[in-house]
T-cell receptor, first 114, second 109 residues
């Protein structure tokens, strides 16, 4: 199984440019998440989707938008990139049937905004 | 506001040493606490703890939750260079999962 797949793996943007980070999971999970990871700050939640058709803000949603396209796919959009958005972005998913379960992570997208 | 705090932030030990990593939390609607290991890419799951006082163990790694003290510890005995990684603690409430800043463990030969 592929698990959680993120594209692209690397991206360089200029300030003000826009882009969409793609995430897809093949584990039939209900919940999907976007995190960013900066040195010394662990993983911070940007947005999550508890189920298809719903999205909610996390700790650091400003400057981002998300779309839960279907059960498999959850995309993260930067409308006008800023240098403060330079980070490593992780998508994750979690099954919710039967109670609590751990997150499964993609391999990350390293984004640099100049 | 929900908060997860890990200590120490960084730790350097020699092979064979035993280490204890700490995680404390203030979270509304606590459901469970999870530990992850992160080497170069994605975090990988180690343990999930829901009940107080029950130790989870996997080889040289073990973890326990204290719900009265709102904390957990992760122990690694007889450390190896392959244990070098960032160890992340996360707490799950009703909807989302919040992470601490992580402990960077370096094990020297």
């Amino acid at each position: 199984n592929a698990g959680v797949t993120q594209t692209p793996k690397f991206q360089v943007l200029k300030t003000g440019q826009s882009m969409t980070l793609q995430c897809a999971q093949d584990m039939n999970h209900n919940s999907m998440y976007w995190y960013r990871q900066d040195p010394g700050m662990g993983l911070r939640l940007i947005y999550y989707s508890a189920s298809e058709g719903t999205t909610d803000k996390g700790e650091v949603p400003n400057g981002y938008n998300v779309s839960r396209l279907n059960k498999r796919e959850f995309s993260l959009r930067l409308e006008s990139a800023a240098p403060s958005q330079t980070s490593v972005y992780f998508c994750a998913s979690r099954g919710t049937a039967g109670g609590i379960s751990p997150l499964h992570f993609g391999n990350g997208t390293r984004l640099t905004v100049t | 506001e929900d908060k997860v705090v890990q200590s120490p932030l960084s730790l350097v030990v020699h092979e064979g040493d035993t280490v204890t990593l700490n995680c404390s939390y203030e979270v509304t609607n606590f459901r469970s606490l999870l530990w992850y290991k992160q080497e170069k890419k994605a975090p990988t799951f180690l343990f999930m703890l829901t009940s107080s006082g029950i130790e989870k163990k996997s080889g040289r790694l073990s973890s326990i939750l204290d719900k009265k003290e709102l904390s957990s510890i992760l122990n690694i005995t007889a450390t190896q260079t392959g244990d070098s990684a960032i160890y992340l603690c996360a707490v799950y409430n009703n909807n989302d999962m919040r992470f601490g800043a992580g402990t960077r463990l370096t094990v020297k030969p």
